[in-house]
């Protein structure tokens, strides 16, 4: 859990990696810039900085490309190769939990 710590320690790449997930979430769910900016009311060029790692956000903002991609925040943060393990673990902590 090494990358999790990461985020703590190096503020600077959160926006890297924040902007990195949400690219390809958006790709992954075939959105264009345009397709986010309709379902967030944020203007595409600051979606597109966003992406880039250029701006730093407000929780409210980040709340609102989390809910149009319909994941959790946590999961924008995550560093690419932990999305898979911490994911598992999420799956079987619900279903524990039902």
């Known amino acids: 859990m ?6 703590m320690e190096n503020p600077e790449s959160n926006a890297i990696i924040l902007g990195k997930n949400l690219k390809r979430l958006r ?20 979606i597109s ?10 929780l409210i903002t980040i709340n609102k490309l989390a809910e149009a ?10 560093p690419e190769d932990l999305v898979s393990v911490v994911m598992e ?4 902590y619900k279903k524990m939990k039902k």
């Open 27 to 46: 790709k992954e769910r075939k959105l264009t810039l345009v397709d986010l900016e309709v379902a967030t009311g944020i203007n595409n060029g600051e």
């Open 2 to 7: 090494k990358g999790i710590f990461l985020l």
């Open 69 to 78: 991609l319909k994941v959790d925040m946590f999961e924008l943060f995550l």
């Open 89 to 92: 673990n999420v799956v079987e």
């Open 49 to 58: 900085k966003i992406e880039r790692g250029l701006k730093n956000l407000e």
